[in-house]
């Protein structure tokens, strides 16, 4: 299958949202990340998007919505909290997981009887959902284990021949994925499943209640947050500002937030934000560089979600490889 590289233009975007009621796979920027989309009420195209990803099928999927409302088609039992949530942040970088109606099929959950739900912050995408005329599923649109794509050539690095088409968006503003929060118990606080660029003092503040991080338990019922991400092939340090940064192999980059005072003769100095990270860990793969330096300056450390990549990248997170 040839992939086709559409424009954002309305004419491109009309064909794309065709292509998904064909029954195609369709790959489209949001403000996060790209996301690879199918039709979340077409059960074999939904299936287009495991396969083409190689992603394990417990492995479920967000549904993105173009109207806070459109949650009702595919959710049950809705608290007010999401009304306050979808209040503060839609459109934005935030899932929701609330109760799966069944008429969404079970594969769009990975099995789970919950669904997660974000409405996202970019034009072409909402025209794409409301073209499609129903809620579009889509994970990031790269291979398993892969960064996630920022940009419309990521997503064809990946999965060229493998998808109908992508949207070209230009390159993505967050970089990171988005924060999800389940209200599924709410005998208990809302739970943080995946922190984000949107905080947990953020959604605790508009709740006006605590919100916890998720525990092992609540991870069981998360499953992509176990396997194992966003690991270059580069050894990944992470380097606090005191630390000297060693001289290793005759290639190596220093990611930090600005240029370091002193960094080895043979590293290279490339500058780091959530919105840069993945291009600078495709890049690095690319490149071949042995080792990759992160300099952990207070500006990084304060930002959790993309804390939580990176040490994923550095494979200090725990997790089971598969
Ligand atoms: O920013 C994003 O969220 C991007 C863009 C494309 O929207 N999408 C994305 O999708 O990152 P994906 O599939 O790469 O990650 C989905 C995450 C996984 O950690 C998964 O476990 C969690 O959301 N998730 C999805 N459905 C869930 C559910 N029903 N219950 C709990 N966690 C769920
Ligand atoms: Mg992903």
Known sequence: MLTLLLSSSDSDIAYA?????????VAFPTETVYGLGACIFDEAAVKKIFAAKGRPSDNPLIAHISAPEQAAEIARDIPTEYDVLSEAFFPGPLTVVLRRK????????????????????????????????????APSANKSGRPSPTCAKH?????N???AAVIDGGECDVGI?????????????????????????????????????????????????????????????????????????????????????????????????????????????????????????????AQTGLMNRLTKAACIADEPQK
Do not use: W
């Not at 949202?17 to 796979?25: I, P, S």
């Not at 079970?106 to 499609?132: F, N």
């Open 17 to 25: 949202a065709k292509l998904l009621q064909e029954g195609e796979t």
């Open 102 to 137: 069944s008429n969404v099929p079970a594969i769009v959950s990975g099995g789970l009887d919950t669904i997660a739900i974000r409405m996202p912050a970019h034009s072409a995408a909402l025209k794409l959902i409301e073209q499609a005329g129903q809620p579009v599923v």
């Open 155 to 159: 997503v064809l690095d990946d999965l």
């Open 161 to 163: 021949g493998e998808i």
């Open 177 to 301: 994925e988005s924060t999800v929060v389940s209200l599924i118990d709410l005998e208990r606080p809302p739970v943080i499943l995946r922190p984000g660029s949107i905080s947990a003092e953020e959604i605790a503040a508009a709740l006006q209640c605590s919100v916890e991080y998720s525990t092992d338990k609540d991870v069981a019922a998360s499953p992509g947050v176990r396997y194992r991400h966003y690991a270059p092939n580069a050894k990944v340090e992470l380097v606090f500002p005191m630390q000297k940064i060693p001289e290793i192999g005759n290639c190596s980059v220093v990611l930090a937030s600005s240029p370091p005072q002193e960094i080895p003769s043979s590293a290279e100095f490339r500058f780091l934000s959530a919105a840069t990270l993945y291009a600078e860990l495709r890049r690095a793969d690319k490149k071949n560089v042995s080792a990759i330096f992160i300099l952990l300056t207070p500006d990084i450390t």
